[in-house]
């Protein structure tokens, strides 16, 4: 049991935010187990998946849901009437639809689910609109939030020895950075498939021992400076870095960029270079990288990505078969494999469009209703969430912000939303602003 001296005030923060107790209920009683019991039966009331690896696709510059995910009626740009661009196909779900040109994933949609009622007020800025997905809050000047990558690297660090935890194939911004918690949180940023991280591999010349001599004087050095400096967080944060990189500098690591070591065929399935970074992002989580984000739109095939004002919706229709591509290859490869239920594929993008057309034939921003997805990761597959009406511009029923959504990705990777995380003023900081899991999506 703990007493009064125990109790500390993170304690009673932690547990009275956690279980919603009231301070009556605590200083009438002093009964301090009481609150830590409430607290853990909190905790056991948020639902746990069993996903072990979460890979976070990225579709820069914010992909319509009337394109993709969520179908209307057909629209027409030139009349400047509202609706969709493309025609509709049945999927696996019964009574969801698709865009025609996510035909791959059509039938293989009961192992997805789509968000369809995802939401947030950020319309006409890109930046805040991929920090708010990213980070699960509003930008503020006065505190920097980490990602949801940093959080799951955090709460449950790399899955396998001489790998990080996080790794980034997009853009290295503060966005999907650590934020308040730390580089040690941060990402390994990659820039091509065929080969690991330039600034970690070792020179030809310097052989294994010659490496491990020169590591160890270092190590020396900064074992005295650290033993005079215990306080100073930047270089405690560097000896860590350092510490990863010289792990990653060996042949193990750099064996994972190897994508001629996968069949032919199976290379080929995946498509374009957005596919082989699928592909290289399935052989991270192989090798025990837990989170991997993989931005799609680098390639610009349509001049614009995913932000198709006027005329570069006009090949919008590339964008969306390259997706559906690899995604689908992505999906059945990680079934074949048998990783599938263990690995918690997310679909992500800043905010979606409106199902009208601007004066070039474009589309604007949404905010307000717009499509994610998720796909294995253990969850219940092959339910569609939330409704929107006949143009996708409000939403009819289940809405989902998106601290539900991140709370939604820790619940699947066994984190709880409500557990707190503490800023350098050692205030707490819930992982989610408030966010509820979508519980149907969990046994």
Known sequence: MLNSNQYTRRDFLSHAGAAGLTASALSVTGNYASAKEAAAAAAEAMPKGKAEHCIFIWLGGGAGQVDTWDPKRKGDPQNKKPGSLYDSIDTAIPGTQVCQHLSRCAPILDRFNLVRTVHHDVIDEHAAATNRVHTGRETTGTIVYPSVGSIVTKQRGAAGDGVPAYVLMGYPNVTRGPGFLGTQYGYLYLTETKAGPKGISRPKEYSTERNQRREKLLQSVRAGYLDRNRADKLVNDYDAAVEQAQAMAGPEFARIFELDREPADLRNSYGSEFGQRCLLARRLLESGVRF???????????????????????????????????????????????????????????????????????????????????????????????????????????????PDFHATIHCALGINPHDELYDPDNRPVPITDGGEPIRELFS
């Open 292 to 402: 991997v984000e993989v931005s799609h739109n680098l390639n610009f095939l349509n001049g614009a990505g995913w932000d198709v004002h006027f005329k570069t919706i006009e090949d919008q229709y590339k964008l969306i078969e390259e997706l559906d591509i690899a995604l689908s290859s992505l999906v059945k490869d990680l079934e074949a494999k048998k990783m599938l239920d263990k690995t918690l594929i997310v679909v992500g993008t800043e905010f979606g469009r409106p199902s009208g057309f601007d004066s070039g034939g474009g589309r604007a921003h949404q905010g307000k209703a717009f499509s994610m997805i998720f796909a294995g990761g253990g969850l219940n597959n092959g339910i569609t969430i939330g409704e929107t009406d006949e143009l996708c511009q409000n939403i009819v029923s289940r809405p989902v912000s998106i």
